[in-house]
């Protein structure tokens, strides 16, 4: 096509010489010599530049037309794909509901021994995602951490999500409330699957574990996004888990992977086929998702937590709790990013704690009357005047806020305004103020003398954690099992119309609460799950 192009701009570049060429010779033929001038200078002046590059410029308009096409060709493709992805997934979450908790438990088995099968290859992906991640001019150390799954401890941590979580009581199909609406007339509610998920997260292949982990746990499907830099490691433990799924008989689509920042959009886009997105990651992340997108959302956008040292603190308590909540390990959402003290207690608190934590190699921001402390006992340590802005900054690494307050009130104020509602703690002797506190203070989380760090769904005793929610609905803080269910009602008559009831001679209403024959099965089933738990943990333990 472009040649085609060329060929034709030379064509009428040439017939213009030969149209001049004519118009010449009529002059000279009528003798009009007050022309010769002007035409001859016609003929041999240079064509303009547009001319002469008509022919590029029509290529170049030719190609972005073909660009415009391929990227729309493209993008209509990519839609088609992530329509399919997300039928498959409708379509295997409702094939789960066909599979009882001792094949869903099987499968998560399953998966714990594939990982276990495919260790080097899964390393060696994730080694190429650390090389690659490395090579570039700026890397974060954070996200380093975070993308590293290699190494005997961290790939059992890995592999134990999936056997913690196989190993909880099966959470779907447990009844609720069961009520007598009438004679022979019982309503129940009872615990099911929200459908397809989509997690959006970044740099932490582990999550890939963890997260499919809890969706088959809980019968739903998910579509996974990962952020680029673990995209090898990704790749291959959804592998796995396929690989897994498929074994144990499970469809292997309950669980799926996207690549592309592009993929997202799409995704958010899909209202039909996905029932709840649960992004993961940093503050521009949810932000983005909550804002483009009429799915409904689950997480939260920051982790802004604080430790507040009240005037009835134990010192070493304090020292403990402080320190631990902030470098035992910095680069998560449950790490201490604000201190505040009471003034009451800030020469006696202030420097111990300080140097806990600049032995640790924490940096300090504070507010002047803190500062002053710090500067003056603890003088190596690196110390910077706080602005308001760091009092509401997850910074994610090795540097805390520091501010004094004049009580407990003035402490949860700033706190309810400042923090991400994620986890909060007081330190206090003080059984009264710490029920205040934890009463006044608006968070998925509050604390009395411990760390912030144990708000974690595997150390809460949920096996694992899909993500932590800081929104005000049903699920709140870290969200596991139960986070990722729904509830029906079931409503068993005998044929019973609504006609029948409301006047003299017809049927009554009773609304008694009973322990119905669907409850008691409910119970008896959950009671069964975890005999068969207790069997498979003992033979393995025999085998040992």
Known sequence: ???????????????????????????????????????????????????LSSSSAASDVYKRQVSRRVRGASSASMAEQLETIARDARTAARALSGFNGEQRDAALRSMAEVLWKRQEEIEKCNARDIAEYTGRDHYDPTLLRRLDISGEDKFKGLVSKAEQVASLPDPVGIVQTCTRLSAGLELSRTSCPIGVLCVIFESRPDAVVQIAALALKSSNAVILKGGKEAYHSNQILVSCIQEALAAAGLPSTAVQLVSTREEVGQLLKMTREIDLIIPR????????VMENTHIPVMGHADGVCSVYLDEAADLDTAVRVVVDSKTQNPAVCNAAEKLLIHKKCLQQLLPSVAAGLHQAGVQFCADEQCAAVIRATVPDAICTDAGPEDFSTEFLKLKIAVKSVDGIEQAVEHINRHSSHHTDCIVSQSVEAAEWFMQHVDSAGVFHNASTRFADGERFGFGAEVGVSTNRIHSR?????????????KLRGDGHCVAEFGGPGKREWLHEPVAGPEADQAQIASLKAEILDLKHRLAQYEGH
């Open 281 to 288: 990651g940093g503050n521009a992340l949810c932000r983005y």
């Open 477 to 489: 803080g870290p969200m596991g099992v139960e986070g990722l269910l729904i509830y029906k009602y």
């Open 1 to 51: 096509s472009t040649s085609i192009l060329h060929r034709v701009n030379s064509l009428l570049v040439v017939s213009r010489y030969y149209l001049l060429y004519f118009i010449f010779l009529c002059m000279s033929h009528i003798r009009c010599y007050s022309c010769f001038t002007f035409f001859f200078f016609l003929m041999i002046r240079r064509p303009p530049r547009s001319t």
